[in-house]
Every structure is written in structure tokens, then in C-alpha cells.
């Protein structure tokens, strides 16, 4: 599968290794190594954090391989009821001895919090506050819940949380990224939207308001105009891909701050610098958009090597997805 991204990509910004749960795979720290002997830039690691928080030496592992790894680790609430419902289970200590295995390794991390109304969509500033007490983490993603897995129940008119509430909150409550700073992401505008700032500690100097207004479409909402500044086209681009992970971040942020001259270059900007806030708005059966397919920034490789964007694998290719629906089509003509 890794050599069919490379074939179709040619030097993959990065790859997700995701799952179920790809760290009880017995070879895990050997994909790793597969990975690292093809070009591929990147690596995330999609995890529940459970080994993480329990097995000393797969964190020394991890450790070991730190430079261009990033764990994505699943931190959806502060509150055990919430955890419960969204997860099944309070994994309130599991999440906390992962997050401080981690702080102690200096691996890279960004928390990702699914989003149900009513449950959690009320603590994006707790969990970005969270996040900027580990100097570890780089940023929270923050993705609506959506229909499949195992959401049991779920009714998009009761807990579908969309990218427009998710951002209002975190410009209204989070008190680090603002009505200017939060931008949509150029490759899906409709699916993204995205903060970037400079980190001291604690504090966070967002640079996304920092490009100049008129970069920003008036007359196209949710999109982003380019042309008049090639020179701040190409390192926008470049800053605002989900691919901005170690040991690329730093740089690309000082090529942005190069070109925005109110802007002073910090000294000794590393990765550990960087904090980033994403939204994401993932799309199911009920609200399924082919244009927006067409934008899909995440793909999935599958055993046959094809690359599938992320919202048709869920809707047709998992767990007999065109046979399931079929067999949901036809049961409602009875």
C-alpha cells in the first residue's frame, strides 16, 4: 500500500497510519521503518493512546523516531460522561498518562476531538487551554461527529455539529484565534478551516490574520484569492497543507514571516513553536456532496493499492459499504 501512495505521488507530503487501532499491530515499529526507507516526508500515527499510556518501551520506540513523526491522538473531552457517550468508556486517565508519556518522549502530538452537540461542542478553548499546557502538542483538530463507526443512533438533526459552530466557539471562547485568523484551507475551503500561530509557553501569536486583508476573496466567500502576490501565494500554500509537520513547519513559517514585512522573524524558531487549530468537516450519507469529494484533501490506500477519497471509503468500500446501502435501499421500497 505505501509503495502505491509513492507511485502515486511520486515523495508523499505524509501518511496516516490509522485504523482501528494501528498500535496493537505486532509490527507497528517495523511499518515505521517501512515507511522511513520510502519518500515519504511524514508520518502520523491515528491512536486511542492506550499502549501509549501503558507500555514504557513502544513510547522509547516512538521516541527513537521522533524526527518527522506526529501522533494524533484521540482527546475528545475533559468531562467522563462525555467520553462515555462519544467513546463508550471514561478514558479520562488513559488520555492523561498517554499525554504525559509523550511530554516526557517530546513527541510531537496534535489532540483530536470528534464534536457532538450537546455533548462536548461546548469546549474547544478547555481543550485548546489543555493543549498549550503540554509543550509536546502542536495543535487540536476538531471534526464533527459523523455517521458511521460505531455512533450508535446518530441523528444528524440532534448531533451533527457543523464546521461554522465549531469555529464560531473556538473564535468566541478560546481567546487565541480570532475572526481573521481562523482561514479556510485552499485545497477543500468547504471542508477546512485553519489557524496557525507562534507559540512562546503558553502563548500564542496567531500570524494567519498577519496576511494581508486583500488576500482574502471578497466576492467569493470561503475562498482565498492568490494572484496579485505570487512570491505569499506559493509559501501559503505551502504553510496551510495538512502536511505542515516537523521538520518542514519552521521553516515554511519563517518563509511566510519573510514575506509579510510587519512580521519579525522570532530567533531560534523551531517546530516546537508552532500551534494550529483545524477544523474539519468530514461528510456521511447525510450530507454527502460529490463536489466537495472532489476537493477531498484525506484519501485512504486500500489493500489494492487504489487511493480513496476519505468519505467515499466510509460511505462504499467499509464493512460492505454498497452492499449495506443497497440493502438499506431496498428494505424502504418495503
Known sequence: MMDALVASEDEPDLLQLSGGEPTIHPDIVRILDMARERPIRHL?????????????????????RRKGLEIYLQFD?????????????????????ALEALEAANISTTLVCTVKKGVNDDEMAAII?????????????FQ???????????????????????????????????????????????????????????????????IPKEQL?????????????????????????????????????????CCLPQVEIPAGLSYENIFRVVVVNFM?????????????????????????????????YRDGGVERLRSQAASAKH
Open 44 to 64: 502520523m500515527i491515528n491512536t486511542n493512546g492506550l499502549r501509549i499510556a501503558t507500555d514504557p518501551e513502544f513510547v522509547a520506540e516512538l521516541a527513537a
Open 77 to 97: 473531552s475533559l468531562k467522563p460522561e462525555a467520553l462515555v457517550d462519544l467513546r463508550g468508556a471514561d478514558l479520562t486517565k488513559v488520555r492523561r498518562k
Open 129 to 141: 487551554d489543555h493543549a498549550l499546557s503540554f509543550r509536546c502538542v502542536r495543535g487540536v483538530t
Open 144 to 210: 464533527g461527529v459523523q455517521d458511521t463507526g460505531r455512533n450508535i443512533g446518530f441523528d444528524p438533526r440532534k448531533n451533527r455539529v457543523l464546521l461554522t459552530d465549531i469555529r464560531r466557539r473556538v473564535v468566541e471562547d478560546s481567546g487565541v484565534f480570532g475572526e481573521a485568523d481562523m482561514i479556510p484551507l485552499p485545497c477543500n475551503p468547504t471542508g477546512f478551516s485553519i489557524g496557525y500561530g507562534i507559540r512562546n509557553g503558553r502563548t500564542v501569536v496567531p500570524v494567519t490574520a498577519m
Open 217 to 257: 476573496v471578497a466576492e467569493m466567500p470561503n475562498t482565498v484569492n492568490f494572484e496579485r502576490y505570487p512570491a505569499l501565494k506559493d509559501r501559503i500554500f505551502e504553510l496551510f497543507s495538512l502536511s505542515t509537520i516537523e521538520p518542514n513547519a519552521a521553516q515554511r513559517m519563517g518563509d511566510l514571516l
Open 284 to 316: 456521511d450519507r447525510f450530507n454527502f456532496c460529490v463536489a466537495n469529494v472532489k476537493r477531498s484533501c484525506v484519501h485512504f490506500v486500500t489493500p489494492a493499492g487504489q487511493l480513496i477519497p476519505f468519505e467515499t471509503y466510509n460511505l462504499f
